[in-house]
């Protein structure tokens, strides 16, 4: 968790076909918390900026579940051994990218379809989220309301929230 809530980090989230979507979730509500997220499409052949950039002052959060990709994990390796901290999130059986990551979050994916669930991971992703703004406290509600004030700004004039609900809570 330290690692995520660093500002001196710069935060990369990515993932696979499908967990990708998971990986862009976490990367909306950090970048409202902390400055310095980004999320990276791994597209083969067109992220050698991102290859030669990432190192050890970079915490990826990868996600990676069955059916588990290649290219996810091979990047995720490649960061790794490059000096950037791995954080995986993956489902009980282990990603083979739990071989080298630093922290591994597992998720519970069973379904009574013929895919996998992404209600626990997104549970995952919202505990994560949780977490990290409580331990950034005051910086993260100042960062929160700054956020919320661009947004309302940016909007032609009025205001697209609820009674009572931030910007930054849709």
Do not use: N
């Not at 999320?39 to 290859?51: E, K, L, M, Q």
């Not at 989220?129 to 661009?150: F, I, K, Q, S, Y």
């Amino acid at each position: 968790m330290g690692q995520i809530c660093d500002p001196a980090k710069r935060i990369a989230c990515f993932g696979g076909r499908f967990s990708q979507l998971l990986a862009e979730y976490l990367d909306l509500r950090l970048r409202v918390l902390r400055p310095g997220t980004i999320v990276h499409t791994p597209t083969p052949g067109r992220d050698a900026g991102f290859r030669v950039d990432v190192g050890r002052r970079d915490v990826c959060v990868v996600f990676d579940f069955r059916r588990y990709q290649e290219d996810t994990v091979e990047l995720a390796r490649h960061a790794h051994e490059q000096g950037a901290k791995i954080v995986l999130l993956t489902d009980p059986w282990l990603s083979p990218a739990a071989e080298f990551a630093d922290v591994v979050l597992p998720a519970r994916v069973e379904a009574p379809s013929p895919f996998d669930s992404i209600v626990a991971p997104v549970a995952l992703v919202e505990t994560l989220v949780a977490a990290v703004h409580a331990r950034l406290g005051p910086a993260a509600e100042e960062r929160m309301r700054a956020a919320e004030d661009t947004l309302h700004h940016a909007s032609a004039g009025g205001s697209c929230k609820g009674p009572g609900r931030p910007v930054w809570a849709s």
